[in-house]
């Protein structure tokens, strides 16, 4: 069982910038996909960026060029750099988490979210 944490989160003008994080239980080198997902009350949850079992990183188009998703192995944490917020990226991020145990066998985890509120 995986326990995801973030942090991060909080209020902040158009334009700015804020860094989530997501603190992972046991060693991410274990964890075949992490990433970060964010939902609006009232819509589906929607990818922002994620990493491949490929070692590809995958962006929204909405956050492309402005958001980065990094891992930091020695720390079991993964981040999302968000610069140049807007307002509709208001939203709970998610943090995510895929272990793959062989062909269409996998268990997926997910933190608790962070709230990210962009004034404009």
């Known amino acids: 069982q995986v326990q995801l944490v973030e942090s991060g989160g909080g209020l902040v003008q158009a334009g700015g910038s804020l860094r989530l994080s997501c603190a992972a239980s046991?060693?991410?080198?274990?964890?075949?996909?992490m990433g970060w997902y964010r939902q609006v009350p009232g819509k589906q949850r929607e990818l922002v960026a994620t990493?491949?079992?490929?070692?590809?990183?995958i962006y929204a188009d909405s956050v492309k060029g402005r958001f980065t998703f990094s891992r930091d192995y020695a720390k079991n944490t993964v981040y999302l750099q968000m610069n140049s917020l807007k307002p509709e990226d208001t939203a709970v991020y998610y943090c995510?988490?895929?272990?793959?145990?062989?062909?269409?066998?996998?268990?997926?985890?997910w933190g608790k979210g962070t709230l990210v509120t962009v004034s404009s």
């Open positions: 995510y988490a895929r272990i793959d145990y062989g062909p269409g066998d996998f268990l997926d985890y």
């Open positions: 990493d491949t079992s490929y070692g590809s990183t």
């Open positions: 046991e060693s991410i080198f274990s964890i075949n996909v």
